[in-house]
């Protein structure tokens, strides 16, 4: 029986990230084929994959595949994946478990997305996972839905108490703690302190897990991925069928600065990936292409 190295691992993990970011991307150009041409005119969008290399190029340092959807349906939708790795600063090392014992050098890969709906009607979402490698590993990550009418930010709503369901049977296979525990992680990590109120309607939340199998972590991320490809897409369309008005359309772009100043003030992964010399244009992708403040 081989026992799979850890450059084993980082290659599997790499791999189910990339094979994730297709499958995401397939879904959601179905959905912009399907859309009804009465709400959603024009030309059905298509993922762009745009390769990208970090740093100045006078060393290998890993880099990714920025995906990125500008269509009728998704006013902007970006799913990206990445594999990086290198040293981190002495001040940021300080800050991430395990890289005081690994001289500062880390391993990261993962996949992150933001979809930003036309329809006020149909939730933003946001999903990533990844897994991280100093002295230590672990894996991370969640989705969360946000939902942009004051109605539909009820956790009675249809919408949310099916992306929760879908979220929990991802959590309940793997260990009946984990959904309850991921859940309040989510609500407590996607709280904007500066307005006292949540992002959205929530989700799963989890960061450093490393349960000392690393087989069933990967699993439990693999699962969490496929539900989100699985529930997402039938909650657009639920909704993409249904009209706005001008007034719903207002209250969207609104409540869109508020995803802008969580992302700016609290994201975690905002701050990794800018620390890190990711690419700037995909970790600020996650902005809505237009937004208003009253």
């Known amino acids: 029986m081989t026992t799979d190295t850890m450059a084993d691992r980082q290659a599997r993990a790499f791999e189910w990230f990339s094979s994730l970011q297709a499958d995401i991307f397939r879904r959601l150009e179905a959905l912009e084929e399907t859309a009804p041409a009465g709400l959603f005119p024009g030309q059905p969008g298509q993922f762009e994959a745009i390769p990208w290399n970090r740093g100045d190029g006078t060393e290998d340092l890993g880099g990714g595949t920025m995906g990125m959807l500008r269509g009728r349906l998704f006013e902007k939708a970006g799913v990206h994946v ?17 890289a005081d014992r690994s001289g500062g050098q880390f391993w990261a890969a993962g996949i992150s997305l933001i979809v930003h709906p036309r329809s006020p ?11 991280l490698v100093t002295s230590d590993n672990w894996f991370g990550g969640g989705a969360d839905l946000t939902p942009v009418l004051d109605y539909q930010r009820d956790q009675a709503f249809e919408d949310a108490v099916d992306f929760h369901a879908a ?5 309940d296979a793997h260990h009946e703690d984990y959904y309850p525990r991921f859940k309040e992680e989510c609500d407590r990590y996607f709280h904007l302190a500066h307005r006292d109120e949540p992002r959205g309607i929530g989700g799963i939340f989890y960061d450093r897990h490393n349960s000392g199998d690393w087989e069933a972590d990967f699993a439990f991320t693999q699962d969490v991925g496929r539900a989100f490809a699985g529930i997402y897409p039938k909650l657009v369309e639920r909704r993409m069928t249904e009209t706005w008005s001008e007034e719903e359309r207002e209250e ?3 409540r869109r600065g508020r995803y802008v100043e969580f992302n700016l003030l609290y994201d975690r992964g905002t701050t990794f990936g ?20 009253p």
């Not at 800018?274 to 403040?293: A, D, E």
């Open 82 to 98: 990445s594999r990086v790795y290198g040293s981190f600063s002495e001040a940021f090392a300080a800050q991430i478990p395990g």
């Open 121 to 131: 009607k149909v939730p933003a979402v946001h999903m990533n996972t990844r897994m």
């Open 167 to 171: 979220m929990k049977t991802a959590c």
């Open 252 to 254: 969207q772009l609104v």
């Open 274 to 293: 800018l620390k890190t010399g990711g690419n700037v244009h995909s970790i600020l992708s996650s902005m809505p292409p237009v937004v208003k403040w």
